[in-house]
Each structure stands twice: as C-alpha cells, then as structure tokens.
C-alpha cells in the first residue's frame, strides 16, 4: 500500500482560498489514480475530486466544481486540491485516497489507502 500524509489545512475567511498537499511514499505513486474526500461533522465523508494515475482525466463533485481545481505531480509523488471561493458549507476534514482502478468509482469502497485528514474552517 501507499502512505498517505495531507497537509495545508487551516482558517480561512468566506471567499478566501487555500491549497492542500498529499504526499505519497512506499509504492510507486503514478501507479494510483487518486482523489479527495471531506467529511463534515456529523456527516457522512464524500467524495470531493479525482484524477487518473496520469493527470489528464478528472472529474468533481458539483458543489466544487468550478471553485476546486485537483492536480498531481507523479515526479513529486504529490496530489494537490486548490480550493478558491471557500464557503462556510466547505468546512470538513479533507483526505486524500488511493486507488488502483484505472477509472475508480466514486465511493469511498473504490480506494485502497487513506490518509488522516487535514482540517479545513472556512469562516462566514
């Protein structure tokens, strides 16, 4: 399995933005397509993005679509989330997850690792 660490969570105003990192180590990263869950609390974790093992193919939830931007860098071994125009309803842990499926489905049973999650306030 691949190991999973996010980072560059935070405190951030109603319309400001932040960028989250998730960086891979013990297989070969480019292997894995990869993607970002959030779970709110009290709430279920769901799925944020995707993004196929080489970059090119992706696809968002529509309550991000067009503010979150997921991006990789396979010579890094790092997934990004760019996130701009934050709301208050973004508020959650964010994780990032790996899977081996070449076009992984959506839900949380299509990825193989995990990370721990990186906490993202977004204030009104």
């Known amino acids: 399995q691949v190991q999973l660490v996010e980072s560059g969570g935070g405190l951030v105003q109603a319309g400001g933005s932040l960028r989250l990192s998730c960086a891979a180590s013990?297989?070969?990263?480019?292997?894995?397509?990869m993607a970002w869950f959030r779970q709110a609390p009290g709430k279920e974790r769901e799925f944020v993005a995707r993004?196929?093992?080489?970059?090119?193919?992706?696809n968002y939830a529509d309550s991000v679509a067009g503010r979150f931007t997921i991006s990789r860098d396979n010579a890094k071994n790092t997934l990004y989330l760019q996130m701009n125009s934050l709301k208050p309803d973004d508020t959650a842990v964010y994780y990032c997850?790996?899977?081996?499926?070449?076009?992984?489905?959506?839900?949380?049973?299509?990825?193989?690792?995990w990370g721990q999650g990186t906490q993202v306030t977004v204030s009104s």
């Open positions: 997850a790996a899977s081996r499926m070449v076009v992984p489905a959506t839900g949380l049973g299509a990825y193989d690792s």
């Open positions: 013990g297989r070969t990263f480019s292997v894995y397509a």
């Open positions: 993004i196929d093992r080489s970059g090119v193919t992706f």
